[in-house]
C-alpha cells in the first residue's frame, strides 16, 4: 500500500522560511517524479513544484521561483519543499504526490497525503 506522509507546517511570519518533508512507502518511488501542491480556503489545488524521478530537473510555479525549494533523498524516499521568504499569499494546506503513472493524470489518479497547514503571518 502506497503512503505519502507530509510533517513540517507551521505557523510563521512573513518573511520567514520553513521546510515540508513528504515520507513515501509502499513503491519505487525514484522511479516516479514527485511534486507539491497547495490549497487555500476558498480556492482550487494548484501546483506548487515537482521533481523527477532521477533528481535532476524540477519544475515551479511561477509564484514560488526563486523562494521555494524542492529536492528529494532517494534512499529516504522522501521530498522536501524549502519554503523561503514566505507571504501571507502562500497560507494553505500543502499536499505531496506522486502519479500512479503520467504526472499529467495526477490529479484524478495518483497517491496524496493528508495535506500539511502552512499558516503564514503578516
Known amino acids: 500500500q502506497v503512503q505519502m506522509v507530509e510533517s513540517g507546517g507551521g505557523l510563521v511570519q512573513a518573511g520567514g522560511s520553513l521546510r515540508l518533508s513528504c515520507a513515501a512507502s509502499?513503491?519505487?518511488?525514484?522511479?516516479?517524479?514527485m511534486g507539491w501542491f497547495r490549497q487555500a480556503p476558498g480556492k482550487e489545488r494548484e501546483f506548487v513544484a515537482a521533481?523527477?524521478?532521477?533528481?535532476?530537473?524540477?519544475y515551479y510555479a511561477d509564484s514560488v521561483k526563486g523562494r521555494f525549494t524542492i529536492s528529494r533523498d532517494k534512499a529516504k524516499n522522501t521530498v522536501y519543499l524549502q519554503l523561503n521568504s514566505l507571504k501571507p499569499e502562500d497560507t494553505a494546506i500543502y499536499y505531496c504526490?506522486?502519479?500512479?503513472?503520467?504526472?499529467?493524470?495526477?490529479?484524478?489518479?495518483?497517491?496524496w497525503g493528508q495535506g500539511t497547514q502552512v499558516t503564514v503571518s503578516a
Open positions: 521533481i523527477r524521478g532521477s533528481g535532476r530537473n524540477t
Open positions: 504526490a506522486t502519479p500512479c503513472g503520467k504526472w499529467e493524470e495526477i490529479r484524478a489518479n495518483g497517491y
Open positions: 509502499g513503491r519505487t518511488f525514484s522511479s516516479y517524479a
